[in-house]
């Protein structure tokens, strides 16, 4: 393992003072969804609401653009009561795809006449963070670190909650090949997918009503989502 994931790893295990936090009005039993983006009708709570209303106490859906520092995942105390009630059997499902700025192949590309180039190796111990980038650590590292740890402490809460049978899911954009950084490319991905005994499938996005194609990946152990994939998509079959 590198260096910085093996730094950010260790942060990833909250401290008993953390975990004694009440930061969030949590029920006892949770739906968790992490990083789940604005509320509205297209948000996954609304359709979980939708198909199953009866759920509706039990969902928690968190992001920044919701509560503020009180939804932020990198905060010790909120991390820490997530944390806790994972231990206590408490998640019934973990479903959340990590942000993807920092992992963007749109990196590689120019924008708007400027070209911002990678903040990631496509492979290796770099696949965590140029070290360049974060040698210098400014702005652009502590993305880097911090899209980090949004995945490793979903990673480690899905562990700990899977003890006790616990649903999940994470989503993250697909490997766009091989000259690219990918989530899907490191050790821990691979490991995490044994460890759970999940699985991983990919599929565009369009088939589930988004308007471009977006090729993305879940891994999961709720087996019967990785069908998914079998089924062509709108654009195939048109």
């Known amino acids: 393992l590198g260096d910085v994931y093996k730094r950010q790893a260790e942060r990833a295990w909250p401290s008993a003072k953390h975990m004694g936090y009440k930061l969030l009005k949590l029920p006892i039993l949770i739906i968790l969804i992490l990083y789940a983006g ?33 939804h932020d995942i990198l905060d010790d105390k909120v991390y820490g009561q997530l944390y806790q009630a994972a231990t206590e059997g408490r998640i019934l499902a973990i479903i959340g795809g990590p942000n993807c700025r920092t992992w963007s192949r749109l990196l590689m590309r120019p924008q708007h006449g400027h070209f911002h180039g990678p903040l990631r190796s496509h ?42 049978r616990t649903l999940f899911l994470l989503e993250h954009p697909a490997d766009p090949g091989p000259e690219y950084p990918s989530w899907w490319k490191s050790d821990q991905a691979h490991a995490f997918e044994t460890l759970t ?14 308007w471009t194609t977006k090729s993305t990946t879940i891994i999961t152990n709720m087996i019967s989502l990785c069908l998914l994939y079998t089924s062509p998509s709108p654009r195939d079959v048109e």
């Not at 070290?131 to 899209?147: E, F, N, P, T």
Request: net charge positive; aromatic share 4%; with cysteine.
């Open 197 to 210: 005994k999940s699985g991983r499938a990919t599929f565009d996005a369009c088939r589930l009503g988004h």
């Open 123 to 164: 492979e290796g111990s770099e696949l965590w963070g140029l070290h360049s980038i974060l040698q210098k650590q400014g702005a652009l590292s502590q993305k880097v670190l911090g899209d980090n740890l949004l995945i490793i402490r979903q990673l480690v809460l899905t562990m700990v909650a899977a003890k006790h």
């Open 38 to 70: 604005p509320a509205g009708p297209d948000s996954l709570e609304a359709a979980i609401l939708e198909a199953a209303p009866h759920l509706a106490q039990y969902v928690v859906p968190l992001d920044l653009k919701r509560g503020g520092p009180t």
